[in-house]
């Protein structure tokens, strides 16, 4: 069975850092294509960070550049998402993504149950 579990959010004040995990099972990691979603109280979800096949192939929304960084290590079929100099904005429920293909049924996309992260003070 596909699944997707998040972990690492919580409360953090304005400035601080945080690293969100996500856990994949039930499909071939390695060649599937991560991402991390976000989505505030009120507003539609957001595509925060994308990550494919390797760390070299990745990129980010505006807004966390410079702040944000998507990670994978395939030997623990883990995604990562690093925030540092975290805003009150980037308050959000965030939610780990998966795209991937098998050969008899095809493409398909996973969702995490989500994570809470609040910046606070």
């Known amino acids: 069975q596909v699944q997707l579990v998040e972990s690492g959010g919580g409360l953090v004040q304005p400035g601080g850092s945080l690293t969100l995990s996500c856990a994949a099972s039930?499909?071939?990691?390695?060649?599937?294509?991560m991402s991390w979603y976000r989505q505030a109280p009120g507003k539609e979800r957001e595509l925060v960070a994308r990550?494919?096949?390797?760390?070299?192939?990745?990129a980010y929304v505006d807004s966390v550049k410079g702040r944000f960084t998507i990670s994978r290590d395939n030997a623990k079929n883990t995604v990562y998402l690093q925030m540092s100099s975290l805003k009150p904005e980037d308050t959000a429920v965030y939610f780990c993504?998966?795209?991937?293909?098998?050969?008899?049924?095809?493409?398909?996309?996973?969702w995490g149950q989500g994570t809470q992260v609040t910046v606070s003070s």
């Open positions: 990550l494919g096949a390797t760390n070299g192939s990745f």
């Open positions: 993504n998966a795209n991937y293909w098998n050969w008899n049924t095809g493409g398909h996309t996973a």
């Open positions: 039930g499909f071939t990691f390695s060649y599937a294509h």
